[in-house]
C-alpha cells in the first residue's frame, strides 16, 4: 500500500482481508516507524559524501554554475507557486544553482526563462542560475541530492531518498481527492519536525503547506531560508531514527515467510 506517516497506517499494517476461494490478502505499509515495513534502505556510500565529493560528482556531470552558489535539486509534479518562488530566488542576494533533471520541471524552468533548456545548458537569470541535467539513473539521482542543499522532491520514492541524503527537503505530496494529500503531509511534518525549535518547525510547516496548496510560497520562502541551517541538523537526526527501523525490503521478505511457513 502507499507510504504515509499517518497514525492509521500502523493499526492495518499486516492485517489480513478474506478473499474469494479461502484466500487472504494482507495489507503491507511502509513507514515511518518499527510498527510498519519501514522504508527502503540508505547507499552505504552516503555517509562518506562530504563537498569535495560533491563538486567532483557535479564536475562530471558537466554542471556550470557560481562556484559559491547553494545548491537546490528539483523535482516536482508542477506547481503553479514554482515561477512566484524563481522570481524570488532570482532577486535575492544570494546565489542560487537550481539542478534539474529532464522533465515536466525542466520544462516549467524553460517557460520561466522564456526559452526550451536542452540537458547540459545553464543559464542565469539575476541571483539564480539553472542547470539542466539529463534523465538520471537512480544512483546518480541519489548523488544528486547528496549534493544538493535543499532537495524538492515528490510522490514516494525520491521523497524517501531525500531523507537519506540528510539535507532539507521540500515535499510535494501527490494530490489526491478531498485533500487527503494535506493529511500525509501534517502526518510526516508531525514525526519529522519533532524535537526542532519552534521558529524553524514553524517556518517548514508554513513553506510545505503553502507549496502543496500552490499557493504564496515565496512569501514564506524568507523563513525557509533562515531555517535551513537547523532543518539540516534536524534532517540528519530524522534519517537517524529511521535507519534504526525495518528496511522494507528485508521486513516484506520476512513478512510473506511467515504467512508461509
Avoid: M
Avoid at 534532517?235 to 520476512?254: D, H, K, Y
Wanted: with cysteine.
Amino acid at each position: 500500500e502507499y507510504l504515509s506517516a499517518e497514525a492509521w497506517v500502523e493499526g492495518c499494517h499486516g492485517l489480513g482481508s478474506a478473499q474469494p476461494g479461502g484466500r487472504t490478502r494482507y495489507f503491507f505499509f511502509p513507514g515511518f516507524t518499527p510498527a510498519t515495513g519501514g522504508l527502503i534502505g540508505a547507499d552505504a556510500a552516503c555517509a562518506q559524501w562530504d563537498e569535495r565529493a560533491a563538486r567532483a560528482w557535479l564536475a562530471a556531470q558537466g554542471v556550470t554554475g557560481p562556484a559559491a552558489a547553494r545548491r537546490l535539486s528539483l523535482f516536482t509534479y508542477g506547481n503553479a507557486a514554482l515561477p512566484g518562488w524563481l522570481e524570488a530566488l532570482a532577486a535575492g542576494d544570494e546565489p542560487w544553482l537550481a539542478l534539474v533533471p529532464d522533465g515536466r520541471t525542466l520544462r516549467a524552468l524553460g517557460d520561466w526563462l522564456g526559452a526550451p533548456l536542452a540537458p547540459g545548458e545553464t543559464r542565469t537569470r539575476a541571483a539564480l542560475s539553472v542547470h539542466a541535467l539529463p534523465f538520471l539513473a537512480q544512483d546518480d539521482y541519489d548523488r544528486l541530492l547528496w549534493s544538493s542543499h535543499l532537495n524538492v522532491v515528490r510522490g514516494e520514492d525520491s521523497f524517501v531518498r531525500a531523507h537519506w541524503a540528510r539535507r532539507p527537503l521540500l515535499w510535494q505530496a501527490y494530490r489526491q481527492d478531498g485533500e487527503a494529500h494535506l493529511d500525509k503531509l501534517e502526518a510526516w511534518l508531525a514525526r519529522a519536525l519533532d524535537g526542532l525549535e519552534a521558529g524553524a518547525a514553524g517556518a517548514a510547516r508554513a513553506a510545505h503547506r503553502a507549496w502543496n496548496r500552490e499557493a504564496d510560497f515565496a512569501a514564506h520562502w524568507p523563513a525557509l531560508r533562515a531555517a535551513l541551517p537547523a532543518l539540516e541538523v534536524q534532517a540528519g537526526r530524522f534519517a537517524g531514527r529511521l535507519a534504526e527501523g525495518p528496511e522494507l525490503a528485508a521486513a516484506l521478505v520476512a513478512f510473506a515467510q511467515s504467512k508461509i511457513e
